[in-house]
């Protein structure tokens, strides 16, 4: 059935067909429209304008938007929701000054999460994965990608990759999946690090793509986790199986992982809380997609990225919320943005833009998401009426999202 929004106070992040990314004095643009009307048809927006020209929609279902604000969807291009239990308990070490490198050298952090999920079933795991997604999906996102990497073994990465395939045959929102064998040395396998990396490449991932199971491939290249070599052996392995990389960069240390990840034309490098004018440079003119993670660098208390400095020089940026139980409990993208805005001095526009079309680049679904665009998926959320967009990101906690729409369908929020 048809759907017919009306009375909307302004329609925000409009984008040309066609514009997959924004980049550098792109990104500070934000297309909006004044009290308008939105239709859409079998899940995709098919027109919008003016409330002078509103159409009949004698056959449609009608919204009355109130005077609020039209936002496209979130789109979360990082994160690792399927896990299992949580680690409060570390979140205390921290407090008591350990730092997240201590905890993963005492056995704790990524492996004490293997463990957990290992002694969880794969029932069990998707309904705790089920109740973060509808969390997120009632704070505006519509479109997400999730990492595997927390089984560490070929059972248990399959395990994890095939609760991300059943929740995206359950839930209307885009789902894409990463094989993220490479996040950490599984226990068994400590000292033994290039067997471990040997049998990611020979063993994990002609398992997973056998399955067809993943869209990504991804590895932590940073100090204490893979090495560049590493990256570049499995980045080259994924390959093989028609995967692209999104890699985990510079996050503890500067890595050298930009430079692996834009060399092996990696679709995303992201964290990048390390990273100076060099990679900066590196990242120029690619297809790369530099993606910040404001959630981890603020719960870890690390460094922000130098966002103002990537955009001046002409880069693309996307926001993530990198939501995991170690350094991201929290999958609320809107606090992303306003994160983004207070503590990496982007404007407004810059983040909402990397939090949406960029975002939507950083997981290759920017054709069909990540702005209001004729032929775009019909995925927005509506707010209550507010005096400005800025409003919205300076609000912060403020519950201003009054609907949600995913496909064109209205969800429960
Ligand atoms: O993106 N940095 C590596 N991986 C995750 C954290 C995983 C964890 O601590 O459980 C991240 O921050
Ligand atoms: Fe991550």
Redesign the pocket.
């Not at 995991?324 to 991201?328: C, H, I």
């Given at each position: 059935m048809k759907l017919l929004v009306k009375n909307i106070g302004t329609i925000v992040g409009i984008q040309p067909p066609g514009r997959l990314r924004v980049c550098g004095p792109e990104m500070g643009q934000l297309e909006t429209l004044d009290d308008a009307w939105l239709l859409a048809d079998e899940g995709h927006i098919t027109a919008f304008g003016p409330m002078t020209e509103c159409p009949p929609g004698e056959d449609a279902r009608i919204v009355d938007a109130e005077g609020g604000m039209l936002f496209p969807s979130f789109c979360d291009s990082?994160t690792?929701i399927v896990?299992a239990g949580s680690?409060e308990q570390?979140f205390l070490d921290k407090i008591n000054g350990l730092s997240?490198e201590e905890i993963?050298r005492r056995g704790g952090?990524?492996l004490?999460?293997a463990d957990r999920l290992h002694e969880t079933s794969e029932e069990e795991l998707y309904h705790q994965a089920m109740e973060r997604v509808r969390e997120i999906t009632r704070m505006g996102t519509g479109a997400i990608e999730i990492?595997s990497?927390?089984g560490l073994s070929t059972q248990d990465e399959l395990k994890m990759l095939r609760v991300i395939g059943r929740i995206r045959q359950t839930i209307p929102l885009t789902v894409r999946a990463t094989f993220?064998g490479a996040?950490?040395v599984a226990r068994d396998y400590i000292g033994r690090q290039a067997e471990y990396v040997d049998l990611v490449c020979n063993e994990m991932l002609p398992a997973v793509a056998r399955e067809g199971l993943a869209d990504f491939v991804d590895v932590?290249c940073?100090e204490g986790?893979f090495t560049v070599e590493e990256t570049a052996q499995i980045i080259k392995a994924g390959h093989e199986y028609g995967l692209r990389a999104k890699i985990?960069a510079n996050?503890?240390a500067v890595s050298g992982g930009v430079e692996v990840g834009v060399a092996h034309g990696a679709l995303s490098v992201?964290?990048l809380e390390r990273i100076g004018a060099a990679q900066i440079e590196t990242l120029h003119g690619t297809t790369t997609m530099p993606t910040l993670?404001p959630g981890?660098a603020f719960f870890?208390g690390m460094i922000y990225p130098p966002a103002r400095a990537m955009i001046d020089a002409g880069l693309g940026i996307a926001l993530a919320s990198?939501y995991?139980?170690?350094?991201?409990p929290s999958g609320n993208m809107r606090t992303v943005v306003s994160m983004a805005s207070i503590c990496m001095k982007m404007t407004p526009a810059e983040a909402l833009n990397a939090a949406t079309l960029n975002s939507a680049y950083a997981m290759g679904i920017s054709a069909e998401h990540g702005s209001i665009t004729q032929g775009k998926a019909a995925n927005f959320f509506l707010t209550a009426p507010m005096p400005s967009v800025t409003y919205f990101i300076y609000a912060y906690q403020t519950p201003l999202i009054r609907r949600i729409f995913v496909g064109g369908e209205e969800l429960p929020i």
């Open positions: 990082h690792h896990y680690r570390e997240y993963a952090g990524i004490n999460s990492k990497g927390y993220l996040h950490t932590f940073d986790f985990h996050e503890l992201d964290h993670l981890a870890l990198d995991n139980p170690g350094s991201s």
